[in-house]
């Protein structure tokens, strides 16, 4: 159950897009569309963002997308501003009914 | 409103034991799978354990197996993490969730402290 592969930050001006990548394996993300991310404020609970690879649960803007190829999912955030200043993080189902996270990214609205 | 409170959190010694609880209200409790998430301080997400809306499934982090046991009481509306042989590094922000592949639904946490 090793922790899917984030970087650990990431930074863009507002209105720029920035995109983090969720590296697992075979036996992770590449065998299940169960690719989840969440965004965390510090202090606070995480959100969830995106759900099933790419879909958005209601109430999250469509700034906000997802995407997967092979063993690496994408999260997108399009037209950046101040208030998606956070951690965000990835999850996927890893089979025999066990769940793994990513290490986690600072996103920095410079 | 659909909320989620945990509650149990507290100081215990290394090797001690600890009960958590989280209350659910605003969906029907038994219809979820339910799940236990902790986040080390300073660290990052960490899956814990998953139960199932009938408390027949559920499993474990390699790292938890044998001392951890999720349950589940679906007439009180109320999720269990019961802690055993604690260690240090079990020291963490705990938090539930609903969901069965993603957690749509979370509480603010509950923190422990394993330390003597």
């Known amino acids: 159950q090793s922790a899917l592969t984030q970087p650990p930050s990431a930074s863009e001006s507002p209105g720029q897009s920035v995109t983090i990548s969720c590296t697992g394996s075979?036996?992770?993300?590449?065998?299940?569309?169960?690719v989840s991310w969440y965004q965390q404020h510090p202090g606070k609970a995480p959100k969830l963002m995106i759900y099933?690879?790419?879909e958005r649960p209601s109430g999250v803007p469509d700034r906000f997308s997802g995407s997967k190829s092979g063993n690496t999912a994408s999260l997108t955030v399009s037209g950046l501003q101040a208030e998606d200043e956070a951690d965000y993080y990835c999850?996927?189902?890893?089979?025999?009914?066990?769940?793994?996270f990513g290490t986690g990214t600072k996103v920095t609205v410079l | 409103e659909v909320q989620l409170v945990e509650s149990g959190g507290g100081l215990v010694q290394p090797g001690g034991s600890l009960r958590l609880s989280c209350a659910a209200s605003g969906f029907t409790f038994s219809n979820y799978w339910m799940v236990w998430v902790r986040q080390p301080p300073g660290k990052g997400l960490v899956w814990v354990s998953r139960?199932?809306?009938?408390?027949?499934?559920?499993s474990y982090a390699d790292s938890v197996k044998g001392r951890f046991t999720i349950s589940r009481d679906n007439a009180k509306n109320t999720l269990y993490l019961q802690m055993n042989s604690l260690r240090a590094e079990d020291t963490a922000v705990y938090y539930c969730?609903?969901?069965?592949?993603?957690?749509?639904?979370w509480g603010k946490g509950t923190t422990v402290t394993v330390s003597s």
């Open positions: 969730a609903r969901g069965t592949t993603a957690g749509d639904v």
């Open positions: 099933d690879v790419n």
């Open positions: 075979s036996s992770d993300v590449g065998n299940y569309n169960y």
């Open positions: 999850y996927s189902y890893a089979g025999s009914n066990k769940f793994v």
């Open positions: 139960i199932k809306g009938d408390g027949t499934s559920t």
